[in-house]
């Protein structure tokens, strides 16, 4: 019988272990992908010259850069084209079909919350007047935080070109950006809208 105690005990410790470790990469090691793969699309958006290059987007393709002041002077995520799992992994995933950035309608992000970097773990802390700032090729578009709310998965309305207003047709460009919630789950998504405050063009060499 103390045997087999002294046998289950250090099992379970050996499977506490392997387990904290699972833990582990997933919330640290993931991000070492998404890092090296950022600098991929960050180096793609840089040598990015022709203005009508977001126009012929593939999937996997860099969109943009988005920088939200509210979480720091260093926050700053490299957009791509898709929002398959794999793409997420990469970074913030722009979901085709909806509006590209500045345009009438809506553009639509979708970003982790936990792993491969959780580009999007802190957008439970903007508040209304934020500024979300997207850096594309042909110019700089500042959107401002108009609300935040909690939806189920099956709630799709959420990225129509008038989001909750599906086929409303768009009057105004806007930003949406959507994650997993609550942390560490993917019950719910929280949603955070956006409307576009600002455009400064890009001068082209």
């Known amino acids: 019988m103390r045997a087999l105690l002294r046998t289950c005990g250090e099992l379970s410790i050996t499977g506490g272990l392997v387990m904290l470790l699972f833990c582990g990469y997933l919330l640290w090691g993931t991000s070492s992908y998404t890092e090296w793969y950022q600098r991929i699309l960050k180096k793609q958006l840089r040598e990015t010259t022709r203005l009508s290059k977001l126009d012929k987007l593939d999937v996997g393709d860099a969109v943009g850069l988005i920088r939200i002041p509210r979480l720091g002077r260093d926050y700053e995520y490299a957009i791509l084209e898709g929002v398959t799992a794999e793409d997420l992994r990469r970074g913030p995933g722009h979901y085709p079909g909806t509006a590209m950035p500045g345009k009438i309608g809506n553009f639509v992000l979708s970003g982790h919350r936990t792993t491969y970097a959780a580009p999007f773990n802190r957008i439970d802390e903007l508040r209304l007047g934020d500024d979300v700032i997207v850096e594309a090729p042909e110019a700089r578009y500042t959107y401002r935080v108009s609300g935040k709310e909690?939806?189920?998965?099956?709630?799709?309305?959420?990225?129509?070109?008038?989001?909750?207003?599906?086929?409303?047709?768009?009057?105004q460009a806007m930003i949406t950006l959507t994650t997993c919630h609550p942390e560490y789950s993917a019950r719910q998504r929280l949603i955070v809208f956006g409307v576009l405050s600002g455009k400064r063009e890009r001068r082209m060499s």
Not at 154 to 161: E, R, S
């Open 150 to 171: 909690v939806v189920e998965p099956t709630d799709v309305d959420v990225i129509a070109p008038v989001p909750s207003h599906p086929g409303r047709r768009p009057a």
